[in-house]
């Protein structure tokens, strides 16, 4: 299904869309096919200071906050973009980068319709303690 590029934000470069996910919650779902290590979209919120983003992790049971520098970080909570629905998979299909203060999302992979976008979270301030439930073979089990 190829989605009209009109409705879709420049940054969002593929067609995707919002739905539940067997992950957890809502995940990111390809439309249209993905080539591999092509930039899919961003996602944008709220700059912040890294210190008032560890502030608000402790507040918030789901925590959408990208740090992209030693001073600054984004926080996601009110984004409307849909990649801030990309969920974490041990064996993910793309990649969250950083560049030049945005924070992007590359397919790892060529990615079918109806594939969920996922991505590796990396360090998070979960610190080893949230169960993983990505269910991919060789799951490391916590975040």
Not at 35 to 51: D, F, L, Q, T
Not at 71 to 96: G, V
Not at 97 to 105: K, L, N, P, S
């Amino acid at each position: 299904m190829q989605a009209d590029t009109a409705v879709r934000p420049a940054y969002q470069k593929f067609a995707v869309e919002v739905r539940v996910s067997h992950i957890d919650g809502k995940g990111v779902f390809a439309l249209e096919p993905i080539p591999r290590w092509r930039k899919i979209g961003e996602i944008r919120g709220e700059s912040i200071s890294v210190i008032e983003a560890r502030i608000r992790a402790t507040r918030h049971e789901r925590v959408m906050i990208v740090e992209i520098s030693e001073d600054k970080a984004i926080d996601f909570h009110k984004s409307t973009d849909p990649m801030h629905y990309t969920n974490h998979s041990c064996q993910s299909n793309a990649r969250l980068a950083v560049q030049q203060g945005r924070v992007e999302f590359y397919a790892l992979r060529a990615i079918s319709p109806g594939e969920e976008i996922t991505v590796r979270y990396g360090e998070t301030h979960h610190e080893g303690r949230l169960m993983c439930r990505c269910g991919a073979p060789g799951c490391a089990r916590w975040l």
